[in-house]
């Protein structure tokens, strides 16, 4: 507008130019002119008057449109106070109400169990999820019949309240199949003992005794870490020891699903960015990524390349020992290859990494890997000297196959827990500080040389955790 304004001013100079102008012209011209300056005159002079008209009416709106913007402003923030604090009342009123009901409940609740006082080992137990059982009603208490009685005890609160080690060893043996209705019982049977705390040590001596100071195999190390770690927590003794050295148990736990609530009941989160960097420098990105989703940390640990890294090193190695080796060693190269190839896709699918990495390719691998493997499998069967076929008297007979290739006719062991995303398998190699467990092969298979449990298979896999 202000420039329009400006370009109107110098209506008139333009005028007096072009007046000036056409009298050069006229004065010069030989052919008499039928036109006269008094009519362009008056001609610019309409224009102009006609353009100041419709520049005020333009002015004019503008200020309308900006008083009614205004007003719109100040109606809007009225309603805004008047909504918030509408919401303010209603909080207040809310919260009053829930007073009054607790104050009511609690008024009522002579009979409930006292709430356990808050000391390490109670909130070390409602950090891991175990749940202190509800108070009693007086409903629950006393029959309706008027004569008293008392829920009976069972045989585990009987157990803990006479600090009986051995029975306790037993039962649990015995109910193995039933290790989650125990897990749920257990808080409210050592509440009836007298020493919770001496009755769990206790328990503890007959499984690490000071005699046997030699860790057998990775997996025992795994257990006495994790067990360790588990009774600092509980009974809020960190501060005893030294970070340094707890951190340095953290690897041998990384697999389990309470190592993040430890971490933390230790006092540990500050220092994970040290433990992550320590499995990825000992091959395990897999727990290193969990790890790093867990405390927030995949700006510093980026999933993605850690996970090509992994796969890059994993296919160095194969590529670097396949000038000369053995088919056995051919196929364990292969076998490495194809369980770190689905552990890494596995990661990709739960994290939802897919549009970071793409599986395609890395599916592509595996189905290579697996009809090569296969192949393999066929051609040694092949090669095998075929049995002896029945004589037609009946004499000899041969072995019956059954239709039952892929089942198994003996019980399988029950599920202790639910799966989780930490309860997965994962390929790493088999690690070199620590001495593995050596046993004999089953009845089908040759015994050989390697990392291998009592029951022949090879250590392939990731061990699931520990409960």
């Known amino acids: 507008?202000?420039?329009?304004?400006?370009?109107?001013?110098?209506?008139?100079?333009?005028?007096?130019?072009?007046?000036?102008?056409?009298?050069?012209?006229?004065?010069?011209?030989?052919?008499?002119?039928?036109?006269?300056?008094?009519?362009?005159?008056?001609?610019?002079?309409?224009?102009?008057?006609?353009?100041k008209k419709k520049f005020d009416?333009?002015?004019?709106?503008?200020?309308?449109?900006?008083?009614?913007?205004?007003?719109?402003?100040?109606?809007?923030?009225?309603?805004?106070?008047?909504?918030?604090?509408k919401e303010l009342t209603s909080l207040e009123r809310l919260q009053e109400k829930r007073d009054a009901a607790l104050a009511m409940i609690f008024s009522k609740s002579r009979l409930s169990l006292p709430v356990p006082a808050i000391n390490p080992m109670n909130k070390a137990l409602d950090n891991l999820g175990v749940k202190w059982p509800k108070p009693a009603s007086e409903e629950s208490v006393h029959l309706q019949d008027g004569n008293a009685a008392v829920r009976p005890r069972s045989?585990?609160?009987?157990?803990?309240?006479?600090?009986?080690?051995?029975?306790?060893?037993k039962f649990i043996s015995d109910n193995r199949k039933n290790l989650a209705a125990i897990r749920e019982e257990i808080p409210s049977a050592l509440k009836k003992t007298s020493n919770p705390y001496g009755l769990v040590l206790d328990s503890l001596e007959d499984f690490y005794s000071g005699d046997n100071l030699v860790l057998d195999g990775k997996k025992d190390g795994d257990l006495l870490a994790h067990a360790f770690l588990q009774l600092l927590a509980t009974f809020g003794i960190s501060a005893e020891y030294n970070e340094g050295d707890l951190c340095k148990l953290l690897p041998y736990v990384s697999r389990r699903r309470q190592t993040p609530e430890l971490c933390r009941l230790l006092g540990l989160s500050q220092k994970m960015?040290?433990?992550?960097?320590?499995?990825?420098?000992?091959?395990?990105?897999?727990?290193?990524i969990n790890l790093a989703y867990v405390f927030e940390l995949t700006e510093q640990f980026e999933p993605v390349q850690l996970l090509k890294a992994y796969l890059r090193d994993v296919k160095k190695v194969s590529h670097a020992r396949n000038v000369k080796v053995s088919p056995g060693a051919q196929n364990e190269m292969n076998e490495r290859e194809l369980s770190a190839l689905k552990s890494v896709i596995k990661c990709i699918e739960e994290h939802k990494l897919e549009e970071q990495y793409p599986v395609d390719p890395l599916q592509k691998r595996v189905l290579q890997l697996e009809k090569a493997k296969a192949d393999k499998r066929r051609a040694v069967e092949a090669a095998k000297p075929q049995s002896k076929r029945p004589r037609a008297n009946g004499s000899a007979f041969a072995h019956r196959a059954t239709g039952f290739a892929d089942k198994s006719f003996y019980p399988a062991t029950p599920e202790r827990h639910p799966s989780n995303p930490y309860e997965r398998q994962f390929v790493y190699g088999a690690e070199a500080h620590l001495p593995p467990m050596v046993s004999s092969a089953s009845y089908t298979m040759q015994p050989a040389h390697g990392p291998y449990y009592g029951n022949g298979y090879p250590v392939q896999y990731q061990i699931p955790y520990i409960h």
């Open 155 to 169: 045989e585990l609160a009987s157990l803990c309240e006479e600090m009986n080690v051995k029975g306790l060893h």
């Open 273 to 288: 960015p040290g433990v992550i960097e320590v499995l990825v420098e000992s091959g395990r990105p897999i727990d290193a």
């Open 57 to 85: 009416e333009l002015k004019e709106q503008e200020e309308e449109f900006q008083e009614t913007v205004a007003k719109s402003d100040l109606m809007l923030e009225q309603q805004e106070a008047a909504v918030v604090a």
């Open 1 to 51: 507008m202000e420039s329009v304004a400006a370009l109107m001013e110098s209506t008139s100079s333009k005028i007096q130019q072009l007046q000036e102008a056409f009298a050069e012209l006229q004065s010069q011209s030989a052919v008499s002119m039928n036109l006269k300056w008094k009519q362009l005159e008056d001609h610019f002079r309409g224009l102009e008057q006609s353009l």
